[in-house]
């Protein structure tokens, strides 16, 4: 983590194995310096994402402070890191920043804040569910539905929005099937792939299962 080369310190703070104490207490004051003052902001978010790891509150001002910062990424890893360990605090941020431009990890991580509310994530899920099939359908399946199943940590939501995603396919008219099958799998794969490398098991296994119970050779 003290290594000239930026790569590598982000790297290695975002692999950090905080399980285990020697090292958590070893590599905590080494990440409290990188997130505050290092030059790299891939290395600043990747560190204070391990930061918030920890769930404690006396970095509580400086993922606040880091919300305001001018990387999207920065900004993402303290709103994600902030929910840890004050999630009160992070709804109202999360709200507060989703109305203005944001893109990027920034964005990702308002959406994940917001339905870590489970009252919002059922919500959308909700009017998606609720809208008859059609344009509009299709247009909160891309911009809403697989925003949520990418954003969420909960498994059960998770679930529900992936199995919203087999049955749309179900629904079109059987000589499109395959197409939007392949499609929309291939979407599922990428953020299965992600869910896997963010420790979120669970999830990437489910999505795992139902591609491969119904790829699109099941249509």
């Keep these: 983590m003290n290594d000239k080369y930026a790569g590598l310190r982000s790297y290695t703070a975002s692999v950090l194995d905080l399980k285990k104490e020697a090292l958590k207490t070893a590599a905590e004051p080494i990440l409290l310096k990188l997130a505050q003052s290092d030059p790299a902001r891939l290395v600043k978010a990747a560190a204070i994402a391990k930061l918030g790891e920890f769930n404690q509150q006396k970095y509580d001002a400086l993922f606040k402070n880091a919300l305001n910062d001018?990387?999207?990424?920065?900004?993402?890893?303290?709103?994600?890191?902030?929910?840890?360990?004050?999630?009160s605090a992070a709804i109202s941020e999360a709200k507060r920043l989703a109305s203005t431009q944001t893109k990027g990890a920034l964005s990702m991580a308002i959406k994940q804040v917001q339905y870590s509310n489970g009252s919002e994530a059922l919500k959308?899920?909700?009017?998606?569910?609720?809208?008859?099939?059609g344009k509009e359908k299709f247009?909160?399946?891309?911009?809403?539905?697989?925003?949520?199943?990418?954003?969420t940590r909960s498994t059960a939501v998770l679930k529900r929005g992936v199995d919203d995603v087999v049955k749309i396919i179900s629904d079109v008219p059987p000589a499109y099937r395959a197409d939007l099958a392949s499609q929309l799998f291939g979407a599922l794969k990428e953020i299965q792939q992600r869910k896997e490398a963010a420790g979120l098991d669970e999830q990437a296994k489910y999505i795992e299962s139902i591609i491969?119970?119904?790829?699109?050779?099941?249509f």
């Excluded at 959308?124 to 099939?133: C, G, H, I, K, S």
């Excluded at 247009?139 to 954003?151: C, P």
């Excluded at 491969?212 to 099941?218: M, R």
């Design 212 to 218: 491969s119970a119904n790829g699109k050779n099941s």
């Design 124 to 133: 959308v899920l909700d009017e998606y569910e609720a809208l008859p099939f």
């Design 70 to 87: 001018s990387s999207y990424t920065v900004a993402g890893s303290a709103l994600v890191a902030l929910s840890q360990v004050d999630s």
């Design 139 to 151: 247009e909160a399946l891309e911009q809403k539905l697989f925003t949520l199943i990418e954003a």
